[in-house]
C-alpha cells in the first residue's frame, strides 16, 4: 500500500510512517552525496553527519504526514491542497527551530508548503512529470 493509496485524514499512523520512511531514505541519499563530496575527517565524524542528516530528514517526513492528517481531520476537508501547504509549512518551521533562524524557517514554510501543496493539487488535477505526451 503506497501514500496515495490511503484517503487523506485516515490512517495518519501508516501515511507518517510512509512519509518517514521516505524523508530517512531520501536523508540517507543525500548523506552519502555529502559524504563523498566533504570528506569527513574521521569514520566517527562521517557515521554521525549521515545519522544527523537521516534523522532530520525522517522527522521532517514525519512532521508533514502527521500534520497533513491532522489537518484534514480537523478541517473536515481530506482532498485540499491547503492541508498539504500546512504539513509543509510545518516541516519548514522545524528546519527553522533546528538551525536557529527564523528566517530559514520562513523560507522553507513558504517553499516546502507550497511544493506540497502542487503536488497535492497536481495529483487531483492528472498532471504528470514524466511519461509519454498524450495526444
Not at 484534514?72 to 510545518?90: L, W
Request: with cysteine.
Amino acid at each position: 500500500m503506497g501514500y496515495w493509496d490511503i484517503e487523506d485524514g485516515s490512517d495518519c499512523f501508516t501515511k507518517t510512517w510512509i512519509t518517514s520512511k521516505i524523508g530517512a531514505a531520501l536523508g540517507l541519499v543525500g548523506c552519502a552525496y555529502h559524504i563523498i563530496a566533504f570528506q569527513p575527517k574521521t569514520a566517527f565524524e562521517g557515521v554521525q553527519r549521515a545519522a544527523t542528516g537521516t534523522l532530520v530528514m525522517a522527522s521532517l517526513g514525519a512532521i508533514f504526514g502527521m500534520t497533513t492528517c491532522l489537518s484534514a481531520q480537523i478541517r473536515e476537508k481530506p482532498e485540499d491542497s491547503v492541508n498539504y501547504f500546512i504539513g509543509g509549512c510545518a516541516s519548514g518551521v522545524f528546519l527553522g527551530v533546528r538551525t536557529h533562524n527564523y528566517m530559514t524557517g520562513t523560507t522553507a514554510c513558504l517553499a516546502l508548503g507550497t511544493v506540497a501543496a502542487l503536488t497535492k493539487f497536481g495529483k487531483k488535477e492528472g498532471w504528470r512529470l514524466i511519461g509519454p505526451p498524450e495526444l
